[in-house]
Nanobody, 121 residues
């Protein structure tokens, strides 16, 4: 009943920029938190950035100062503006959302299918 759809990935040169978007749809009472994770080949999935319903943000040390996470609560959408991209940023980027579907139900995590970001010269 909840779906996350990412967009905005692609191929970019080192130092370039990309903007990722993720829209949540379906039965949603409240989104507690949305964020981005990434996973490079043969590596563990890692946190990139998160943003709470109230707008508090958290970033991995490796992306601080380069990436900016933001959200449009009215549209149930989260964005990741990526600048000064490095080859080590290459990964599949996954949208994640902690969503409460109804007022009396517990919240749970949902994942998008991922979007590929490749940084290469």
């Amino acid at each position: 009943q909840v779906q996350l759809v990412e967009s905005g990935g692609g191929l970019v040169q080192p130092g370039g920029s990309l903007r990722l978007s993720c829209a949540a749809s379906g039965t949603i009472f409240r989104i507690n938190l949305m964020g981005w994770y990434r996973q490079a080949p043969e590596k563990q999935r890692e946190l990139v950035a998160t943003i709470t319903n109230g707008g508090s943000t958290n970033y991995a040390d490796s992306v601080k100062g380069r990436f900016t996470i933001s959200s449009d609560n009215a549209k149930n959408t989260v964005y990741l503006q990526m600048t000064s991209l490095k080859p080590e940023d290459t990964a599949v980027y996954y949208c994640n959302a902690n969503i409460k579907m109804e007022v009396y139900y517990s919240a749970r995590n949902y994942w998008g299918q991922g979007t590929q970001v490749t940084v290469s010269s």
